[in-house]
């Protein structure tokens, strides 16, 4: 099989993110065929573009569940991308959190096309190399506490910004707990809350604001525009 840029594009972008619904999958592939000037995908690309790619053993589709089918890259996938992540197929715990998975790939492409139209160089770190980061981490520092790690980063010129994705509701207490560790932490210029619904972003600004008013007036003031908590995209109004 012969792949073209575009195959060997999606691939990695499937492969950092693991695991990929087929209609994120048919968005990423729109976004793509606009910033590259190709021309629009039919109706039917995605099916035979999966249909090459299981043929030459690249891929594998999970059996299709009530969020659809979803699709991974198989060993050999993983070697042509060069990506430095050991193949995995989704297990049960995986399949749990589908709606998770495929509420951070959209809020992807979402940013992309968000930087692109802006002309804007943004570089997203998936949720799987930070997990890798952290297993360095833990390895090379044994007994220091390993830090929260988020949904994943942006990093745009001089600016790191977290990126978490609030399908369901959190605790306070949980919450607060890692927003403590958000706000004080150098790595990021910022933290951005994608809530499924404005009333899980409510509830995460009201801990946002909870958690600064229990700083000093100083501190409060430095930090108090760190977090944010807006609605995800595609239910915002």
Known sequence: MRLTERDVRTLKWIGE????????????????????????????????LLHRWKKSGLVQTTTPLRRGSHV?????????????YAPRTPSTSDVARLTHHDGVNALRIFLE??????????????????????KLFAKAHPH?????????????????IAIEYEKAYKRPVKLQSVLQDYLFRETYTGVRYFCETPAIQQSVARTIQATLHELPLVQREELQ?????EVAPWNAR
């Open 17 to 48: 993110q693991f695991v990929v619904n087929i209609k994120e999958l048919d968005a990423l592939l729109c976004l793509d065929a606009e910033q590259h000037h190709l021309p629009p995908i039919g109706q039917f690309y995605v099916r035979d």
């Open 72 to 84: 991974f890259l198989t060993a050999q996938g993983i070697r042509l991308t060069g990506l430095p």
């Open 113 to 134: 096309r968000q930087a692109w139209q802006g002309h804007q160089v943004m570089m997203w770190v998936s949720e799987r190399s930070l997990m890798q980061e952290q």
């Open 144 to 160: 220091q506490p390993t830090p929260h790690r988020p949904d994943a980063e942006i990093i745009t010129g001089d600016e790191c």
């Open 225 to 229: 525009h760190k977090v944010t908590a």
